[in-house]
């Protein structure tokens, strides 16, 4: 057009930057702006707004505030769409302050705020974590008519019920979602996608189902999405043939899986280390017609590296290859983090360096197979290294203390114009941390101030874990103050670090106190927190002060098995054997799972201390209330019996535990081989003497865990007889028998 003197309109100019900026040329998108021809074709309000949405949607608000100040310094007036533009950006951004200024702005013209600003902003504090101060404005916009505050609409509401879902408030998001039902506005597929979705994430999965179903009653007809969420959540949990059931829903409800459906499946699997049903997966969805992406491949690569099978990421990098399908910088980026995390870090360099020439043939110097990558002429996207690369690389380097290396690709990345996140200098902090050179983490720390980055809570965390392995207690401290001062919040990372260095330098009761400051200030105390407390409380025998801290966790945390556990096992460590008994008998009553507790120290304990009648009251009630355990823990009990002259319970107990070995070795083994066994027993009963069948067994090399340990225990207490056969004895039913004859011999 120019070049025939063909002046373009306004209008067309604004169409050409308009197209520029969707696809995310935003530099040309600002140099035809700049060079419009400024005689007859003036910029005019809609060039501005749709350069400063460009910048905005591109996540670059600031530099669409810098257009509204030349938009303004030309004499043009910013309409409410504009300003509104500018304040979604800026809460999309989490710059709620630069948003705040925005809304100022637009008040100073007489604008006053709609609805859409507010959404914004309601999207923008929730977004960021701050969902009540974001209800707090819902609340006025309901309340303060008089203002002349707007009224919250349809999308208003979404966007709180889904701030409560995001930070896990169920219980206000439940009667949010029924006050939406009683005005009338919990009846679009949005909402009760927002509900899914939040349900969903929060563990919900059943209501989810039902919300489901109530859709469909309702004539609400779930879209592809609705059955995305659950099916994701579904496969999160592990519950793949639920999903696969919601798959074959859908299909008869007329809905047809799509690639998120599939990706979501493939995941799955992948998470489950079954790479033969994603394989399988894939296929299926190619035959419905569905092509996976780039996206669903690397979800797979994602998966196959996390889990070393590097052979058969390989594979598959392959067959994206193949197929065609374009290796983008996510692809990239996957190897370099799964070469890293696999040991491979100089690959992972030669990589990047490659990738700065070749793009995403550089690898094809992977490994044999990807040879032919090197001549590919895919002009796939463009794969240059950017900040996660480096990040993925400076993160290897740093774990593995090759930390100087680690500094040369730093000021490579700088070279390159990448500029390095406060992400990347906290991987510094930490590695110099991890090794020990904690003065190194701190001149890191100065470093980064100069850049411009303050430190977070993560640089402290870092910092503190640091000082702490090096026993610098009064220094963590001083970090402590240096982060109030500096108003850096702490959280339960912090606080778990000033607990354990307060229990360390043997001021417990300190550090019992700091669990209510973390109730004040709002941050939740851990597992973690307390355990650090029992422990150093039982250590020093204060088991009072130890019983509180286990009543506050039970208060805070709600029933854990793990809490129950804790405190049982360190009560038994430092000899409270009777109150370790009580509380196991409390974790027994509740139905944990007590796997993890250490009864059976407890029963050799109880009976070392001639508490037989604890021990032996205690296994009942295991057994009572059909608990699997280990058998082993049957022998103090049945030797302390047997000192004790009491023969014929002695007796009892040992038929009963090798009753139980023998049941648990079959269904642990789940084999046939048991009846056989339990046959050649009785026949041994009745001529003792060993058959060839007997030998069999004998040699038969496949002596479970719990065969040895009883071994083990075996031959602590009746040593002299049972070692003559130790080793070979592989056999858990001759392992009894031979304890039994051990016992007998013994009376
Ligand atoms: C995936 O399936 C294809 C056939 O559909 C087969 O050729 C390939 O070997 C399979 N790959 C894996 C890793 O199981
Ligand atoms: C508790 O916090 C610590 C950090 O101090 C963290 O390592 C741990 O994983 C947390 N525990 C749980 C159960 O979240
Ligand atoms: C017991 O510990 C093992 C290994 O740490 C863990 O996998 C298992 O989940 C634990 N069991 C319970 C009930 O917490």
Known sequence: MLRSSITPQVY????????????????????????????????????????????????????????????????????????????????????????????????????????????????????????????????????????????????????????????????????????????????????????????????????????????????????????????????????????????????????????????????????????????????????????????????????????????????????????????????????????????????????VSGMWHHGSAALGELGNSFLGLIDSKDSGPKCEPDLITYSALINGLCQVGRLDEAKKLLIEMMVKNITPDIVIYNTFVGGYCKHGKVSSAFRVVKEMEKKGFKPNTKTYNLLMWGLGKKRKFSEIQDLMK???????????????????????????????????????????????????????????????????????????????????????????????????????KVALDKGFSIENFTYKYLIEELCKGGKVDDAQNLLNCMLNKGYQFDPAIFLPIIDALVNMGEKREANKLSEHMMNMAAHQDKSIEGSHLYPNMMKERSKLNQDSSLGNDWRSILHRDDGSGIALKVLKRVQKGWGQVIYKCEARISCPMLVFDACKMAWYLKC
């Open 12 to 351: 067309t100019i604004n169409l050409f930057i308009s197209a520029l900026c969707d696809s995310g040329r935003l530099d040309y998108a600002s140099k035809v702006f700049d060079e419009m021809p400024k005689k007859e074709c003036v910029p005019n309000v809609y060039s501005f707004g749709i350069l400063i949405r460009g910048y905005c949607r591109n996540g670059l608000s600031l530099m669409g505030l810098e257009v509204l100040d030349r938009m303004e310094s030309v004499g043009l007036e910013p309409n409410m769409v504009i300003f509104n533009t500018l304040v979604s950006g800026f809460c999309r951004e989490g710059k709620v302050e630069e948003a705040e200024r925005v809304v100022e702005r637009m008040r100073a013209r007489g604008l006053n705020p709609n609805v859409v600003t507010f959404n914004a902003r309601i999207s923008g504090l929730c977004k960021a974590g701050k969902v009540l101060e974001g209800y707090r404005i819902f609340k006025d916009m309901v309340e303060d008519e008089e203002v002349g505050l707007p009224k919250p609409n349809q999308i208003t509401y979404n966007l709180m019920l889904d701030g409560f879902c995001r930070v896990g408030m169920m219980e206000e998001a439940k009667s949010f979602v029924e006050l939406m039902r009683k005005i009338g506005c919990f009846e679009k597929l949005e909402s009760y996608n927002t509900w899914l979705a939040g349900l969903v994430k929060n563990g919900g999965l059943f209501d989810a189902s039902e919300l489901l179903n109530e859709m469909v009653g309702k004539g609400i007809e779930p879209s592809v999405y609705s059955y995305n969420i659950v099916i994701d959540g579904l496969c999160k949990q592990k519950m793949i043939p639920k999903a696969r059931s919601v798959i074959s829903l859908m299909r008869n409800r007329g809905v047809f899986p799509d690639i998120v459906t599939y990706t979501t499946l493939i995941h799955g699997y992948c998470n489950e280390d079954n790479v033969f049903m994603a394989n399988k997966t894939l296929d299926e969805m190619v035959n419905n017609g569905c092509f996976p992406n780039t996206f669903t491949c690397n979800v797979l690569l994602q998966s196959l590296w996390k889990e070393g099978r590097i052979v058969e990421a390989e594979k598959l990098l392959e067959k994206m290859r193949e197929k065609g399908y374009g290796l983008d910088i996510v692809s990239c980026n996957i190897v370099i983090d799964g070469l890293c995390k696999n040991g491979k870090i100089d690959k992972a360099t030669e990589i």
């Open 482 to 584: 240096e982060m109030k001062e500096k108003g850096v919040p702490p959280d339960v990372v912090t606080c778990n670090n000033l607990i354990y260095c307060l229990c360390e330098a043997k001021m417990v009761k300190k550090a019992a106190a700091l669990l209510d400051e973390m109730m004040r200030s709002n941050i939740l105390p851990n597992v973690t927190s307390y355990r650090l407390l029992i422990k150093t409380f039982c250590k020093a025998s204060d088991f009072d002060a130890a019983e509180t801290v286990l009543q506050a966790a039970l208060t805070t945390l709600g029933e854990k098995e793990i809490i129950y556990r804790l405190m049982c096992n360190e009560l038994c460590t430092y000899g409270k054997v009777l109150e370790a008994k009580e509380m196991l």
